[in-house]
Nanobody, 119 residues
Framework: QVHLVESGGGLVQPGGSLKLSCADS????????VGWFRQAPGNQRDWVAS???????NYVDSVKGRFTISRDYAKNTVYLEMTKLRPEDTAVYYC?????????????WGQGTQVTVSS
């Protein structure tokens, strides 16, 4: 079972960059697809990007060309590099993992990492 911990959030000005990390202490993350999600105050949690166990990536349209999801198999970590950040990117960012088909729901979520884009 994967145990995921998100980190790397912070306060950044519009146009700035941040790199989030999703680390697995169970050392089996390489077997799973991983997604990044975000939840702004008063909004539902939305999918942002995902990467398969083989490295195939997909993004929501609003972040294409600005965010890059990647994974380091040796470190059991998935990253979300965010550039050209906008105030509307402000949210708590979460990662989650799955094997096989995309699940209808996830059993649990981590604490997330806060990203605030503001001048």
């Amino acid at each position: 079972q994967v145990h995921l911990v998100e980190s790397g959030g912070g306060l950044v000005q519009p146009g700035g960059s941040l790199k989030l990390s999703c680390a697995d202490s169970g050392n089996i993350l390489s077997l799973y697809a991983v997604g990044w999600f975000r939840q702004a105050p008063g909004n539902q949690r939305d999918w942002v990007a995902s990467i398969t166990s083989l490295g195939r990536t997909n993004y929501v349209d609003s972040v294409k060309g600005r965010f890059t999801i990647s994974r380091d198999y040796a470190k059991n970590t998935v990253y979300l590099e965010m550039t050209k950040l906008r105030p509307e990117d402000t949210a708590v960012y979460y990662c989650n993992a799955w094997s096989g088909s995309y699940p209808k729901t996830f059993d649990s979520w981590g604490q997330g990492t806060q990203v605030t884009v503001s001048s």
